[in-house]
């Protein structure tokens, strides 16, 4: 067993509460002793007093911050490695990857990382000396870098395009916890749910139109998360007369519990105007795993996710119509949604299981540093 073997898990910052799927992958090793660090600390419902964060408060912190973005090296980094001392550091998303890759490599560790969707989508594409510059130092990052992974297929073929190493590049994917009690017998109190952040990509004005499409009754919908498109998501619930409830960004204790509350998920993503695209939603694994049908876009890693017709209903992105007719044909045949909820929670256990996909991860570390002890 290599239960003395450490892996530092950077993120640079510290830990925005959409990434519970970075949080989650940590908790989940049973060989490694992860230790997260970062540069500094963001308010969130996932920070841990465990966390290590290199930069102080104030003035000082923010500048050593900018510093390191602009010179992609730090001897505060460094040596915080050095006190650390682990056998592999683990960067998520290819820009986290860049800024500590000089790092990790004057200390002569080994570095994996993980892209998780916009940092091979959107950030490659921004123009100018903007995108030139990022693009150069993600292939500088996938040069140091041990082992590259991917959270989809797709994701995969666009790190290539970017200068990937195709050899030590692999498609592995997060997966998340799978509740023993899925939650069947909890009374249900809405129609839709939808859980994400407020950005164009996860494509809610789709839902709200699609849901405003929807004759007769018209579904309770809740919408958890919060980001730069709320307001005009709560404008444009309102403008339908949509049974709409926004709760913001919650805890993911509480998230479970609206999920068992809920028939329906609903995942409409699409490529926004700027690129930005998804690896693979994590919320869409997570409603499976309590027997969720979803309805989903063939976008991104989702298809790898939902088995159209057996977990779930799709329909190409930016479809509204089509949208609105998967959330209705649900809705309006329990068994249907009964059945394909199910199978959901199934082939999730089955292909996403964090324990499981933790494990293979730990194989992978034990791939780069010579095999298990």
Not at 95 to 116: E, F, N
Not at 140 to 164: K, Q
Not at 269 to 284: F, I, M, R, Y
Request: glycine share 12%.
């Amino acid at each position: 067993m290599s239960a003395n073997r450490s892996v530092v898990i950077w993120r640079s910052v510290l830990l925005p509460a959409s990434e519970t799927f970075i949080r989650n992958q940590g908790g989940a090793m049973t060989r490694w002793r992860p230790t997260y660090v970062g540069m500094r600390r963001v308010p969130s419902v996932l920070s841990a007093d465990t966390d290590v964060v290199v930069a102080p408060g104030g003035y000082v912190g923010r500048l050593a911050y900018v510093w390191l973005r602009l010179a992609g090296g730090s001897r505060r980094v460094r040596k915080e490695l050095a006190r650390l001392s682990p056998d592999i550091v683990h960067a998520h998303f290819g820009g986290d990857g860049w800024l500590i890759s000089r790092s990790v490599a004057r200390l002569g560790l080994p570095l994996v990382i993980t892209l998780h969707g916009r940092d091979v989508t959107r950030q490659p594409m921004a123009r100018g000396l903007r995108g030139t510059r990022y693009r150069g130092n993600l292939r500088r990052a996938f040069r140091r870098a041990s082992l590259v992974i991917a959270v989809s297929e797709d994701i995969r073929t666009r790190a290539i395009s970017l200068g990937a190493d195709p050899a030590k590049l692999v498609v592995h994917h997060t997966g998340v916890r799978i509740p023993l009690d899925p939650g069947d017998d909890t009374p249900k109190k809405w129609d839709v749910i939808f859980v994400g952040r407020f950005v164009a990509k996860k494509g809610i004005d789709d839902l709200i139109a699609a849901l405003g499409m929807i004759s007769g009754r018209r579904p309770s919908a809740l919408f958890v998360g919060a980001g730069p498109l709320e307001t005009s998501a709560r404008q444009g619930a309102e403008a339908l007369g949509l049974d709409a409830t926004f709760v913001g960004m919650q805890a993911p204790e509480a998230v479970r519990g609206y999920l068992a509350e809920s028939r329906v998920f609903a995942a409409p993503s699409k490529t926004a105007p700027d690129g930005d695209a998804e690896g693979l939603p994590t919320t869409v694994l997570e409603a499976a795993s309590l027997g969720l049908p979803t309805v989903a876009t063939l976008h991104g890693g989702i298809p790898e996710a939902v088995v159209p017709g057996v977990t779930g209903l799709l329909c190409d992105e930016g479809d509204r119509w089509a949208l609105a007719a998967n959330i209705e044909r649900l809705l309006a045949d329990e068994g249907l949604r009964e059945r394909l909820g199910q199978q959901a929670r199934q082939h999730v256990a089955n292909h996403f299981d964090i324990r499981t996909q933790t494990a293979r991860l730990e194989g992978l570390y034990d791939g780069i540093v010579g095999g298990a002890e």
